[in-house]
């Protein structure tokens, strides 16, 4: 059972928005600005989409974008395109295991 | 350009010790980053298992869940960091990452990754 809870799927139209949630508690997403978000398709090594919250690597696409409001973090991608298709995971710095992941976003563009 | 790659057994008996090298090249370990490992089961999410900075400070954070089985280590001159995990059983089954936390002096996020090492626990 992962320490942060994330929507086990979510879809959308090529063209749309969609937002993947990331919920923890105080001792984590919502007690620090580090939340970070990674992209995994399938066989491959996840890749750093967003740091410290809304931070995005260089090379990353700006249709990725990244939010916290309490104990909950979001990451929006818009512009879906067929290659956003691939899992998500959640990330946070946490008081009491240090690094906690969520259990993963599966993003199907329909 | 920084990579990490990981290698070790691809097959660990139940009750043995699983060993993970972790060779970076393009940059050196001992300089101000942290280095983890995590772990993802077939078919599941991903699963810290700790970090280390380097061997020369012993600053070291594992998960709690692992930490009784768990040594992480580095060697600067061979620019390496590896994980043991000791009695392992088929719930230790899974593809092994070791990753680079970025941010410098910090555990916040994971910047860099290898590809991974799928190890199987079974007799």
């Known amino acids: 059972q992962s320490a942060l809870t994330q929507p086990a799927s979510v879809s959308g139209s090529p063209g749309q928005s969609i937002t993947i949630s990331c919920t923890g508690t105080?001792?984590?997403?919502?007690?620090?600005?580090?939340v970070s978000w990674c992209q995994q398709h399938p066989g491959k090594a996840p890749k750093l989409m967003i740091y410290?919250?809304?931070k995005r690597p260089s090379g990353v696409s700006n249709r990725f974008s990244g939010s916290k409001s309490g104990n909950t973090a979001s990451l929006t991608i818009s512009g879906l395109q067929a290659e956003d298709e691939a899992d998500y995971y959640c990330?946070?710095?946490?008081?009491?295991?240090?690094?906690?992941f969520g259990g993963g976003t599966k993003v199907t563009v329909l | 350009q920084v990579q990490l790659q990981e290698s070790g057994p691809g097959l660990v008996k139940p009750s043995e010790t699983l060993s993970l090298t972790c060779a970076v090249s393009?940059?050196?370990?001992?300089?101000?980053?942290?280095w983890g490992w995590i772990r993802q089961p077939p078919g599941k999410g991903l699963e810290w298992i700790g970090s280390i900075y380097h061997s020369g400070s012993g600053s070291t954070y594992y998960n709690p869940s692992l930490k009784s089985r768990v040594t992480i280590s580095t060697d600067s001159s061979k620019s390496q960091i590896s994980l043991k995990l000791s009695s392992v059983t088929a719930a230790d089954t899974a593809v092994y990452y070791c990753?680079?936390?970025?941010?410098?002096?910090?555990?916040?996020?994971?910047?860099?990754w290898g590809r991974g090492t799928l190890v199987t626990v079974s007799s």
């Open positions: 393009g940059y050196s370990i001992s300089s101000a980053y942290y």
């Open positions: 990753a680079r936390h970025g941010g410098g002096n910090s555990i916040r996020y994971f910047d860099l």
């Open positions: 105080s001792s984590d997403v919502g007690g620090y600005n580090y």
């Open positions: 990330c946070s710095y946490t008081s009491s295991t240090f690094v906690a």
């Open positions: 410290d919250v809304s």
